[in-house]
């Protein structure tokens, strides 16, 4: 192995640990708040799977952006959320089993979602659109979905191990996730300020802001924690999956990671002073 692949191992099993963590502090009854409440359900996957794959396609139609921009906010919109979304959502003091249940649940959908979408995206811009069904899923069980469900199982059959094991666990995931990140970002950097200068960051910067206004306009009102984890769900999406569906449609474009790279710390920035207006309204 090199040194690109051992990295991406590396980065691959911290994400696999990162979302078994959650799923060990995770009981049944919390996973499935969102199934218990289907209007939020419906509420959810409008803003994050049809709301903001449309906010895509007009920011694609209406401005002119660069290919790779176009490509890469709309493998953003159809992707799902990313394991470290729940420790985003803690920090606004959004429900942890809802942020939980609407990563489940966007993962899934997004087996079916990801191949409709770009279906009818292909339609509306006339080109073939490629996805690698394959990957997406294995990226899907791999990363959310058996080690989420894995904690979850395991909290339930056996709490007392569950609870034991999880800190140590998510220390880890933690660990590993800077060793790995850093060299990549390092190597990225140059390209990710390349990008930043022609347009991509404000394109990017626009997508999220109107994601946490989707977000937080169709959280439920009755519970301000939902609409805080609805709003940072709309804005964020899981990076693996997005460089893998834009990869697939532009295979011999080196910027793909790059670009989403760029997106993961706009949104990181975007979303701050969000995330402090909701603790300073947070009630006591």
């Not at 996973?31 to 794959?53: K, Q, T, V, W």
């Not at 409709?116 to 069980?141: D, G, H, M």
């Not at 710390?265 to 975007?270: C, D, E, G, Q, S």
Request: a positive charge; charged letters at 10%; one cysteine or more.
């Amino acid at each position: 192995m090199n040194a690109v692949e051992i990295i991406t191992l590396i980065l691959k099993i911290s994400i696999f640990l990162t979302a078994l963590g959650y799923g060990l502090k995770t009981t049944a009854e919390d996973a499935f708040y969102l199934f218990r409440n289907p209007g939020l359900l419906l509420r959810s996957i409008l803003a994050m799977n049809i709301i903001m794959p449309v906010v895509a396609i007009l920011m694609a139609l209406l401005f002119n952006l660069p290919p790779l921009v176009k490509v890469a906010l709309l493998a953003i919109s159809v992707s799902p959320l990313a394991p470290l979304f729940p420790k985003k959502t803690s920090k606004a003091g959004g429900r942890q089993g809802y942020a939980l249940g609407l990563m489940l649940v966007a993962s899934m959908f997004c087996i079916l979602l990801i191949p409709v979408t770009l279906e009818i995206l292909a339609r509306i811009f006339k080109v073939p659109v490629e996805v690698n069904s394959k990957a997406l899923i294995i990226t899907a069980l791999v990363s959310v979905i058996i080690p989420l469900i894995s904690g979850i199982a395991a909290q339930h059959f056996a709490p007392a191990f569950a609870d034991k094991i999880s800190n140590p666990v998510s220390r880890i995931a933690l660990i590993l996730l800077i060793v790995s990140a850093l060299p990549v970002l390092v190597k990225m950097f140059p390209a990710i300020v390349h990008l930043a200068g022609n347009g991509t960051a404000l394109a990017i910067a626009g997508f999220v802001i109107l994601g946490v206004c989707v977000g937080h306009f169709l959280g439920n009102t009755a519970e301000k924690d939902d609409r805080s984890v609805l709003a940072l769900a709309t804005a964020s999406r899981h990076p693996a999956i997005a460089i893998s569906v834009a990869s697939a449609n532009m295979p011999d474009h080196h910027l793909v990671p790059a670009a989403i790279l760029l997106y993961l710390l706009i949104n990181a920035i975007v979303t701050l002073p969000y995330l402090k207006w909701l603790q300073k309204n947070k009630p006591e």
